[in-house]
């Protein structure tokens, strides 16, 4: 029982089979173009670009709102690598701030922050004990669960803060606003990932949504090798190989079909593993902010009073069970290489993590799975707390 598997179709290996025959399987192509169409009208943003991955999405869109090596931007400390690596690929430097109860960025903290750290000046919002600028915030919707900004994006707006949104993990997931906006839709620039693990893939892929004109064009220019001139070859500016290819965005067109019928299933999945665990005190199935619609795409689990290595025993244990489960994202502020970079009251990430799970959550996953698992869980729970193992 997987954590989230790719599921490929007969109807996907039809639609990549069609672009295969036709030959334009580059990364300019009527079908790169329908990708982006649909992507759109399911974000119900103006514009999509689709790129290579996540990674690169973020890269891209970090690069256009205007971050330099003399920017600092504000990151959650538990998230996957690619939310802070392409800041420093920028030169940039990450401030690292703890996470809410739902495991995404603490907004009151980073509002504090810019009240209390940080003075503006000249449009720009200056860290004062670094003197660097805050360019961008970096919002990011963990597990699908969607991180409600909408405080921070009044004050963002007044202090000419930029905010990118990583939605790599919440295609399908929803903020309450004045209606329920896409995740990703209500920043400056949103992120997706369609990684094989994620809630649809295309091998490897990512996104940006906008609604900034302005926005989209520069995505689209730099993310094709900043072309001007496509038969003289005249580049005026350093740009990048990150456009998905034709078989890539006919597997993405194809999958985005059935993201409804997916996140149905992920529900089902979520709901059990809550009913299993709604008697336990110390243990918690991860929910999300109830005004929030989520994708399910992944479940969490946390124990109360198991340490580290009693965690990594219990996961042992499953995994005998062919039960598999995985730590979840190491907070950023652990990863050695990032430990010179500032942070502000991080107590939460660390506990998270070091008594988190991540639990089979993929599609094909059954009621009477869940209920094993539950009981799996359950009953190494006891013999590892009644052992101290
Ligand atoms: C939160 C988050 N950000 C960024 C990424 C990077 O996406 P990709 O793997 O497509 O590069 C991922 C997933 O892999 C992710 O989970």
Known sequence: MKLSVPHISRKDLRSVGNVLKSGWISTSSKTVDLFEKKLSKFCKTKYSIVLNSGTSAIHLALKILGVNKNSEV????????????????????????????????????????????????????????????????????????????????????????????????????????????????????????????????????????????????????????????????????????????????????????????KINLRKKIYERYLFNFKNSKDIQILSYENKSKTNYWMNVISFKKLNFKQTYNLSLSLAKKKIQTRRIWRPLNLQIYLKKFQTYKIENAKKIYFSSLCLPSDDNITNSDVDKISNHIKKFYEIIVNNKL
């Open 74 to 261: 504000i990151v959650p400390s538990l998230t996957f690598i690619a939310t802070v690596n392409p800041v420093l690929y920028l030169g940039a430097k990450p401030i690292i701030f703890d996470v809410d109860q739902h495991h995404n960025l603490n907004i009151k903290d980073v509002i504090n922050f810019i009240n209390e750290k940080t003075i503006f000046k000249n449009k720009k919002t200056i860290n004062k004990k670094t003197k660097k600028i805050i360019k961008v915030i970096i919002v990011a919707h963990m597990w699908g669960r969607a991180c409600n900004f909408t405080e921070l994006k009044n004050l963002c707006k007044k202090r000419n803060i930029l905010i990118l949104e990583d939605a790599a993990e919440a295609l399908g997931s929803y903020i309450k606003g004045k209606n329920y906006n896409h995740c990703g839709s209500v920043g400056d620039l949103g992120c997706l990932s369609f990684n094989a693990n994620k809630i649809i893939t295309t091998g490897s892929g990512g996104a940006i949504i906008t609604n900034s004109k302005k926005f989209f064009d520069k995505v689209q220019y730099l993310a094709n090798q900043a072309k001007d001139d496509t038969f003289n070859y005249i580049h005026n500016e350093c740009g990048y190989n990150y456009k998905m290819n034709s078989i890539s965005a006919a597997l993405g067109i194809s999958q985005l079909r059935r993201l409804k019928k």
